[in-house]
C-alpha cells in the first residue's frame, strides 16, 4: 500500500465512522480530527507537490473491458490539500456553539456532517482520476454531494435553487458525456492520452464540437459564463459553514477538469490554432473573454445584492473567472496567477463566508440594510472580515494581490489591453462591493437591538483566525505555495515559473512581496508614531455624540446609511442589468417544458391510431427519401 | 543597496514628499486665490494648519477603527512615496512596479473609507460611496493609460520607465492621447472640481471629513500632501521623462498639479452619474485612441 | 458684572495654571499658540442678518484667507464659531450643541448687537439675550450690522488674544465653559428647562483633560445628573 492507498483508506474510514456516529459531539470531534489526519496525509504525499512526482494508486478496477485506475498529481494534490483544509475549517466551526444553535433551529446536524464529508470523499475521488471514465464517475459524484448539501436548508427558495442547480448538472454531464462518447469512437479508450490523438484527427468543425462539449460541461460548475445563474443562490441558501466549503472549492472542481483535460490534453497550443471569425478571435482567446467577461457581470450583480452570504457568492462566481483568465494566457506567470488564485480565493472566501456565519449566528439576519456598527461587539469577526475582503479586493499585502498582480502582468506583457481593463473593471466593482459588505455590518451606527452582541465563542473564532493567517501568510510570503505552482505547470505542460520566496522574478518588474509587506508595514509604523506621539489624547465618545447639523441623536434617530448604497452608480448602469442572461434561461425553460407537453400530450391522446399513421407516414417518407438519394 | 542607504532612503523619500506636498498644497491655494483675485495665504500656512490640528487641546474618537483608519491613511502613503522613484533615491521600486504602486494608493482610500464607517455619520459614509464611485470612474482611464505606458516602454518598474525616455523621447512626445487621457483622469483622481461630488461641503458637509477633528483633521491634511506630490511626481514620470535632478522633477511637478488645479476653481460639480458618464466617456475614448497608436 | 466675574475666574485660572520648566517645551507651546492664532477654521453659525457681511469678508475685496482663517463646515472641524445674530431660544440648542462638539481650543465670536443684548430682540420672550451667558465668549463685534471691516477687526483681535494666550491669559476663554460648566449649565436650564441636556459629556471632557475647576460642579449639575441619560463610549468587547 503506499501513501495514495493509505490516504484513500483514511478517506473512507472517515466516510463511514461519520455516517455511523449518531452520537453529536462525538461524531464532531471526530470528524474534526479526521480532516487533521488527512491534512497529515496530504502533508506526507507533499513530494508530489515539491518535485511533480505522481502517486498511482495500487486498486483500479476492469469494467467492461476499460481499466478505471486513480492517481495524484501536483495538480490533484493542490486541489485536495484546498477541500481538506476549507472542509476542516467548515467542520471545526460547526463542530462547537454553532452546531448547537443549528439542531436547535431543527437543522440536521448529523446530516449536515455526512453531507460535508460526503462532498469531500467525491472531490478526492474526481481529483484522482486517472482516465476519463473514472474522471466522469468522480464528477457525477461530486454533482449529487453538492445536491445533498443544498437541500438541507428547509426554504423554499434553497430547494428552487438546488434543483436548478440539478438540472444545469445534468445537462453538464450530458455534455461531458458526448465528448466522453466522441473520444471513444475515435480511439476505443477512456484514457486521457486519447483525447489528444482524438483531436488531432478530427476535422475542423468537429473540434470545435468536441472543445466546446468539454468546456460547456466544466463551466457549469464553475459558474462561467452563461451558465453563471444557479450558483450563488445555490451556495447562499446553504446552512452556514457549508456554503463556506462550497464557496472555497466546490466550484473550482470545474477549473480542476479544464486543466486535466483542455490545458495538459487538449493543450492550449491547438486551442490557439483555432480559428473562429477574424485572426483576432480564436478559441483560446474566446476562453479568454468568457473569463474576462465572468470576472466583471457576476461582480457587478453581486454589487446590486443586499444579502450579504448572496453577495459573496456572486463574488465567488466572479473570482473564477480571474482563475480562467490566467491559464488562457499560457505564459508562465499568467497561468501561475490563476492557479495560485484558487488558493487564495478559497482562503479568503471560506473566512469571508464564516464571518458572514458567525454574524448570522449573533444577529440571525444576513440582511446588509438590517446590520451596522458591530465592530465594537464582534471586533475580532471584523479583523477577520477586514483580511478577507483585502484579499478579496486585491489589495496588497493579502494574498488575493499576489495572484492578480500576476495576471494583471501577464496581461500586460501578452498586450492585452481590453482584457486588463475587463480584469481592473472587475477588483474595482469587487473594492465597491466588499466595503458595502464591511461597512453595512460593522461600521455605521450601532442598532438598538444589537446592543447586547457579543463575540462569537471560540470554536467558531479559531477557524476563521487560521484562514486569515493563511491569507495573510500567502500574501507575505507567497514563496510557500508558488512551488506547487511550478510542479502543476511542470505536469500539464505549461512554461514553469520563476519564484523566490518573495514573490515572482520577472525581467524588466518583478514582484517581491516581502519588501512590498515590509514598506506598507513600515509607513503604518510611522503613521501609527505620527498619530499617537505628535497628536493629543482623543477622548472615545458615543456615537450619539454626532454631526447632524444641530440636531440631537438618540436611540430614536436612526442615523445610518445603509441601503441602496451606490445610488449614483446605480442610476447610471442600473439600466444595464436587464437580465438577458435570466431571460434566455426562461426563454430555454419554456420551450423546453412547451416540447414536453406537447409529446406528454401526444401519447395521452385518445387516437393511438392516428400516432400511429403519423409515425408510419414520418417511416415512410423516410425510407422513401433514403431510396431516392440511393437511386440518384 | 547597502543598510544605510536603504533606512536613510526609507526616511527621507515620504520626508521630501511632505515638503514638496506642502508648497503643492500652498501653490493650490494660492492659485485658487489668484483666479478669485484674492492675495491668498502667507507661505507657512500649510504647516501653521497641519501643526494647529495636531496642537488641538481635545479631540473626539469614534473608536479604535477611527484611529486605525487614519494611520492606515497617513501611513499607506508613507509607504506609497518609497514605492516612487526620484533623482538619486529608487527606493524598493524595482520590487514593485506601476501596478504595485497604483494598488498601494487604494490602501490610504480604503483606511480612510474605514475610519469614517466607524464615525456613524451618515454623511461620510455618503462621502465614501461617492468617493468609490468616483474612483470606479477614474481609474478605468488611468488603467488603460498604465497600460499603454507600460506596453510603450516595455517595462512594469517606473526606473524602467524613466530610464528609456531618457535615452529615448519624452513620454507625452510619443503618446500625446494618452498622455490628456493621463491627466484628465488625474483630476478625478485629486478630487478637484468638477469631480468632488464626495467632498460637497454644503450638500453632506465634506463628506468623509465630516466627524473629523484635530489630529484626525491633521492626518487627513497630511494625506492631502501626500496624495498630491504622488500625482505630480507619478505623472511626470510616467510622461515626463521622470527627472535626472531635483531641479529637473519638481518644476515638472508642480506643473502638473497646477494644471488640474486650475482647471478646478473655475467649475462647478458633477452629480455622480455625470461624473461616471463623462469619466467613461471621453478620456477612456482618448486613451484606446492612444492605445491603438502605439499597439 | 457678568464681566467682572468672568475676569476674576480667569485671573485664578492663570494662577493654577501649571509652570513648564523646561525652556524647550515653553518654545514649543509658543510656536503652537503662534499656529494656533495663525490658522483658524470658522465655523458660521448663520441665525441672523449679519450672515450677509461675511462673503464679502472672505471673498476678493478683504480675503480672509490671507489672515490664514477660512470657513469649515462641521463643528468638529472648526476653531471659531460665529453666531452671526439674534439667537432664538430654539436656534439657543443647536448653538450651545455646535459648541460643545467643537474641539478646543475653541472660540467664540458674537457678531451683530443681537448677540451682545437682544438689539432689536430686546423684547422678544422667544430670544436669547445676552450670548455670553450660556457660553464663554471671545470676541463681540456690534453694530447693526458691521462692515467686513469690523469682522475683520474683531478677527484680528482673536488672533492676538490666541498669540499671547499664554503670556498674558487672555485668550483661553474656552477654558471658562469648562472650569464654571455649572454658571453656564444653570442659564441653559433657567431658560430651556431641567430636561435639559446635550449628547456631549462637558463633565467626562473636563475631567479627562484635566480642566475641571472650582465652578465645575455645583447645584446645577447635580440636576443634570438626576435627568441624564449618560452616553458611555461603546467599548469593544472580546
Not at chain 2, 483666479?35 to 507657512?44: A, N, V
Request: proline share 4%.
Amino acid at each position: 500500500m503506499n501513501l495514495l492507498d493509505q490516504f484513500f483508506v483514511i478517506v473512507a474510514v472517515a466516510l463511514i465512522s461519520i455516517a455511523m456516529l449518531r452520537n453529536i459531539k462525538v461524531n464532531s470531534i471526530v470528524s474534526t480530527l479526521w480532516y487533521v489526519l488527512m491534512v497529515v496525509m496530504l502533508a506526507r504525499m507533499s513530494s508530489v507537490a515539491y518535485n511533480a512526482d505522481t502517486i498511482t494508486s495500487a486498486f483500479s478496477i476492469e469494467l467492461l473491458g476499460f481499466r478505471m485506475y486513480w492517481k495524484f498529481t501536483a495538480l490533484s494534490w493542490f486541489f485536495s490539500i484546498i477541500t481538506v483544509v476549507s472542509a476542516l475549517a467548515s467542520s471545526l466551526f460547526m463542530s462547537g456553539d454553532w452546531g448547537k444553535q443549528y439542531r436547535q433551529q431543527g437543522g440536521n446536524y448529523g446530516l449536515l456532517q455526512l453531507a460535508l464529508i460526503l462532498n469531500v470523499v467525491s472531490m478526492l475521488i474526481l481529483l484522482a482520476s486517472g482516465d476519463l471514465l473514472s474522471l466522469f464517475i468522480g464528477w457525477e459524484f461530486v454533482s449529487w454531494a453538492s445536491f445533498l448539501m443544498m437541500v438541507l436548508m428547509p426554504s423554499k427558495t434553497a430547494k428552487k435553487a438546488a434543483v436548478k442547480y440539478v438540472i444545469y448538472a445534468i445537462v453538464g454531464a450530458m455534455a461531458l458525456l458526448a465528448a466522453l462518447a466522441m473520444v471513444y469512437a475515435s480511439s476505443g479508450s477512456l484514457d486521457f492520452t486519447q483525447i489528444t490523438d482524438a483531436f488531432i484527427q478530427m476535422t475542423d468543425n468537429m473540434k470545435f464540437g468536441f472543445v466546446l462539449l468539454f468546456f460547456i460541461g466544466f463551466a457549469i460548475k464553475m459558474g462561467l459564463l452563461p451558465f453563471h445563474l444557479w450558483q450563488a443562490v445555490a451556495y447562499a441558501e446553504t446552512p452556514g459553514p457549508g456554503a463556506a466549503f462550497l464557496g472555497a472549492i466546490s466550484s473550482r472542481m470545474g477549473l480542476f477538469t479544464i486543466l486535466v483535460v483542455i490545458v495538459q490534453f487538449i493543450g492550449l497550443g491547438n486551442l490557439e490554432e483555432m480559428n473562429i471569425a477574424l485572426p483576432y478571435l480564436n478559441m483560446k482567446s474566446l476562453l479568454a473573454w468568457i473569463a474576462a467577461l465572468t470576472t466583471i457581470i457576476p461582480t457587478y450583480i453581486a454589487l446590486q445584492q443586499h444579502d450579504a452570504k448572496r453577495l459573496l457568492a456572486w463574488h465567488g462566481v466572479g473570482q473564477g473567472g480571474y482563475m480562467l483568465l490566467g491559464i488562457m494566457m499560457y505564459d508562465s506567470i499568467g497561468s501561475a496567477g490563476g492557479l495560485m488564485h484558487v488558493l487564495n480565493h478559497a482562503s479568503y472566501q471560506a473566512a469571508l463566508f464564516l464571518t458572514v456565519v458567525a454574524v448570522v449566528y449573533r444577529t440571525g439576519t444576513s440582511d446588509l440594510n438590517k446590520l451596522g456598527g458591530l465592530v465594537t461587539q464582534m471586533p475580532l469577526t471584523f479583523l477577520v472580515m477586514l483580511i478577507g475582503i483585502i484579499g478579496l479586493a486585491g489589495l496588497p499585502p493579502m494574498n488575493g494581490f499576489v495572484s492578480k498582480w500576476m495576471v494583471y502582468r501577464s496581461l500586460l506583457v501578452n498586450g492585452e489591453p481590453l482584457l486588463f481593463v475587463a480584469a481592473v473593471l472587475g477588483t474595482l466593482g469587487t473594492i465597491l462591493s466588499v466595503y458595502k459588505l464591511i461597512h453595512n455590518t460593522f461600521l455605521g451606527q450601532l442598532r438598538v437591538e444589537h446592543q447586547q452582541v457579543r463575540e462569537v465563542p471560540w470554536s467558531m473564532m479559531v477557524p476563521m483566525l487560521g484562514l486569515s493567517v493563511i491569507v495573510f501568510i500567502t500574501g507575505f510570503m507567497p514563496g510557500l505555495i508558488l512551488p506547487w505552482i511550478a510542479s502543476i505547470q511542470e505536469t500539464i505542460g505549461l512554461p514553469v515559473v520563476t519564484y523566490h520566496l518573495g514573490g515572482i522574478e520577472y525581467a524588466k518588474g518583478g514582484l517581491d512581496m516581502i519588501w512590498v509587506s515590509g514598506i506598507l508595514f513600515y509607513g503604518f509604523g510611522v503613521g501609527a508614531l505620527i498619530f499617537y506621539f505628535l497628536g493629543g489624547k482623543a477622548k472615545r465618545i458615543h456615537q450619539y455624540d454626532n454631526y447632524a447639523g444641530g440636531h440631537f441623536l438618540s436611540s430614536e434617530v436612526k442615523y445610518h446609511y445603509s441601503n441602496n448604497f451606490y445610488p449614483g452608480l446605480m442610476h447610471l448602469i442600473g439600466n444595464w442589468y436587464r437580465g438577458s442572461f435570466k431571460w434566455m434561461e426562461n426563454v430555454i425553460v419554456s420551450a423546453l417544458s412547451f416540447v414536453s407537453k406537447l409529446f406528454e400530450n401526444m401519447y395521452r391522446s385518445r387516437q393511438p391510431v392516428m400516432l400511429l399513421v403519423l409515425v408510419a407516414v414520418v417511416a415512410l417518407f423516410s425510407i422513401y427519401k433514403n431510396y431516392s438519394g440511393a437511386g440518384s | 543597496m547597502s543598510f544605510v542607504e536603504i533606512i536613510s532612503e526609507l526616511v527621507l523619500m515620504p520626508l521630501i514628499a511632505f515638503v514638496v506636498g506642502l508648497m503643492m498644497v500652498l501653490m493650490m491655494r494660492k492659485i485658487s486665490a489668484r483666479l478669485q483675485r484674492r492675495i491668498g495665504p502667507p507661505f507657512f500656512q500649510p504647516i501653521y494648519d497641519i501643526v494647529k490640528l495636531y496642537g488641538k487641546d481635545t479631540q473626539v474618537s469614534h473608536g479604535l477603527i477611527h484611529d486605525i483608519g487614519i494611520v492606515m491613511a497617513v501611513g499607506g502613503y508613507i509607504g506609497a512615496e518609497i514605492l516612487l522613484p526620484v533623482p538619486g533615491m529608487e527606493g524598493i521600486a524595482d520590487k514593485g512596479g506601476i501596478i504595485t504602486l497604483s494598488y498601494f494608493l487604494m490602501i490610504p482610500s480604503l483606511g480612510m473609507a474605514l475610519g469614517v464607517g466607524q464615525c456613524a455619520n451618515p454623511n461620510g459614509s455618503i462621502g465614501i460611496s461617492r468617493a468609490l464611485t468616483a474612483m470606479l470612474a477614474y481609474d478605468i482611464p488611468f488603467i488603460i493609460v498604465v497600460f499603454g505606458a507600460a506596453w510603450h516602454y516595455e517595462s512594469t518598474s517606473l526606473i524602467g520607465m524613466i530610464e528609456y525616455q531618457q535615452a529615448n523621447a519624452w513620454g507625452i512626445i510619443e503618446m500625446p492621447f494618452l498622455a490628456i487621457a493621463g491627466l484628465f483622469a488625474l483630476q478625478g483622481m485629486l478630487g478637484k472640481q468638477p469631480f468632488e461630488i464626495y467632498i460637497a461641503p454644503a450638500e453632506i458637509a465634506t463628506g468623509p471629513m465630516v466627524e473629523m477633528s484635530g489630529k484626525y483633521m491633521g492626518g487627513l491634511f497630511v494625506m492631502q500632501t501626500f496624495q498630491l506630490y504622488t500625482a505630480g511626481v507619478l505623472y511626470a514620470s510616467l510622461f515626463l521623462g521622470g527627472g535626472e535632478s531635483w531641479l529637473d522633477l519638481l518644476p515638472k511637478a508642480f506643473l502638473v498639479v497646477a494644471i488640474p488645479m486650475s482647471i478646478a476653481f473655475l467649475f462647478p460639480r458633477y452629480k455622480t452619474e455625470d461624473l461616471i458618464r463623462i469619466l467613461w466617456k471621453w478620456p477612456v475614448m482618448l486613451a484606446l485612441i492612444g492605445l491603438a497608436f502605439i499597439l | 458684572m457678568m464681566k467682572k466675574e468672568l475676569k476674576i475666574k480667569s485671573n485664578k485660572t492663570n494662577q493654577q495654571k501649571q509652570k513648564r520648566t523646561n525652556p524647550l517645551a515653553n518654545v514649543f507651546d509658543d510656536f503652537i499658540d503662534f499656529c494656533q492664532s495663525k490658522s483658524l477654521f470658522m465655523l458660521h453659525y448663520c441665525t441672523g442678518c449679519g450672515a450677509i457681511e461675511l462673503p464679502p469678508a472672505m471673498t476678493s475685496r478683504f480675503d480672509m484667507e490671507r489672515l490664514g482663517i477660512q470657513p469649515m463646515v462641521t463643528p468638529r472641524q472648526a476653531d471659531i464659531l460665529l453666531v452671526t445674530g439674534y439667537v432664538s431660544v430654539k436656534t439657543l440648542k443647536r448653538v450651545i450643541l455646535t459648541y460643545e462638539q467643537m474641539q478646543a481650543p475653541k472660540y467664540v465670536i458674537g457678531i451683530c448687537s443681537c448677540t451682545v443684548n437682544g438689539g432689536m430682540y430686546w423684547q422678544s420672550y422667544a430670544t436669547a439675550k445676552k450670548l455670553n451667558e450660556y457660553m464663554p465668549v471671545d470676541v463681540y463685534i456690534a453694530g447693526c450690522m458691521p462692515r467686513p471691516e469690523a469682522v475683520l477687526e474683531g478677527l484680528n483681535r482673536l488672533k492676538n488674544n490666541i498669540k499671547n494666550d499664554r503670556k498674558e491669559q487672555k485668550g483661553s476663554a474656552w477654558k471658562d465653559y469648562y472650569k464654571n460648566y455649572d454658571y453656564y449649565l444653570g442659564n441653559q436650564q433657567n431658560l430651556f428647562g431641567k430636561e435639559w441636556q446635550t449628547p456631549v459629556d462637558v463633565i467626562a471632557e473636563a475631567k479627562l483633560y484635566g480642566l475641571e475647576g472650582e465652578g465645575t460642579y455645583g447645584e446645577n449639575t447635580k440636576k443634570l445628573k438626576m435627568v441624564q441619560h449618560p452616553l458611555l463610549p461603546q467599548e469593544m468587547k472580546l
